[in-house]
C-alpha cells in the first residue's frame, strides 16, 4: 500500500525551443514569485486533477508551508510537519510514517519547488499559449528517475496550473491545478482525522 500510494502523491506534488544566458535568471525570477505564492500566513487551498499511464483522479490539496492534507476518493493524507498519515481505499489502512525529504517533496508543491530550484537546471520555454509562461527543470544529477518537469505559471498572478513530470523509465505524471487561492488553515488541519475514513479502519504504525 505505502508503495502506491506514494507514487500517487508524488504526482501530486510536484510541470519548444529554450533560450539560454539571460533567459535562465528570467527562468529562476518566474519560479521565485510562483513559490511566493505558497508563502501566505494562513496556507493555501487548491483541486487538482492527475493523471498517469494508469488512469486519472481527482481531488483537494490544502498546504500551510511544509504541511499538507490531500482528499481524493481513493487517497486521503495528512502531514503536521513532522508525521504521516495515509489512508488508501485499495488496502483500507491508515499508515503512520515520518516522510524523507524526497517524500515530501513528491507530496507538497511548495516543497518540490524549492527543493527543485536547486536541484535542477531551470530553462524558461518558448510558447505560443497568451497568459502561460512555461519552465523545463532538468535534474542535475543523471542518476534520476526524472527525466524532467514541466511547470505552467499564469502570467497575471504567477499560480501554478499545471505541472508534468516525465520520467526516465517513459512513465508519466501529469497534473492540473484550479481553484488555486489563499486559506486560513489551522495547525489543527493537518493531523490525522479518524472522521475522514470508514469506521474501524486500521491504523499501521511504520514509523
Known sequence: MKTAAIRHITAIMLMGAITLGASAQSAMKTL???????????????????????GSTRGTIDMKGKNYRIMSNDLKCWYNGT??????SISGEVCITVPTLEEMQMSNPYVALTTLKKSCKIY??????KGV????????????????IMVYIKTDSYAVTNVNFEMTDGSYYRTTITNFKE???SNATFNYDSKAVPKGTEVVDLR
Open 83 to 88: 508525521t504521516q498519515w495515509t489512508y488508501s
Open 124 to 129: 524558461k520555454v518558448n510558447t505560443k499559449t
Open 32 to 54: 521565485n514569485a510562483a513559490i511566493k505564492r505558497f508563502e501566505t500566513p494562513g496556507g493555501v487551498t487548491a483541486d487538482y486533477v492527475l493523471a498517469n499511464d494508469q
Open 133 to 148: 509562461l512555461v519552465l523545463k527543470l532538468v535534474p542535475k544529477a543523471k542518476d534520476q528517475q526524472v527525466k524532467h
Open 183 to 185: 486559506a486560513k488553515h
